[in-house]
């Protein structure tokens, strides 16, 4: 299996910038598709972005296109989620998750993914 690590979060004013990173380790494979979702109370658990294996092609949720940037370091076995502009309503839970087996479903679906993260809280204060 897999276990990732989350880290990076905190409390940051509306306007500022926080990086995220998610560790992984186990049987993992540089292959994995990644991905950040988020929760806020609440609220659902949401797509945010998504990296293939090689890192050549992202996806994001249209509110953080421009605002967020995903990328991966596959030599350390570790994705990103560099936020920027932060507003109030990107206070949640950010949660990494990885692709192992794929079930023909979108990547912004929730069951695409095979192994999750503890997760990591954001905060934005106005």
């Known amino acids: 299996q897999v276990q990732l690590v989350e880290s990076g979060g905190g409390l940051v004013q509306a306007g500022g910038s926080l990086r995220l990173s998610c560790a992984a380790s186990?049987?993992?494979?540089?292959?994995?598709?990644m991905g950040w979702f988020r929760q806020a109370p609440g609220k659902e658990r949401e797509f945010v972005a998504a990296i293939s294996g090689s890192g050549a092609s992202t996806y994001y949720k249209d509110s953080v296109k421009g605002r967020f940037t995903i990328s991966r370091d596959n030599a350390k076995n570790t994705v990103y989620l560099q936020m920027s502009s932060l507003k109030p309503e990107d206070t949640a839970v950010y949660y990494c998750a990885a692709v192992e087996t794929y079930r023909g479903l979108e990547l912004s679906d929730r069951s695409m993914y095979d192994y999750w993260g503890q997760g990591t809280q954001v905060t934005v204060s106005s």
């Open positions: 186990g049987r993992t494979r540089s292959s994995y598709t």
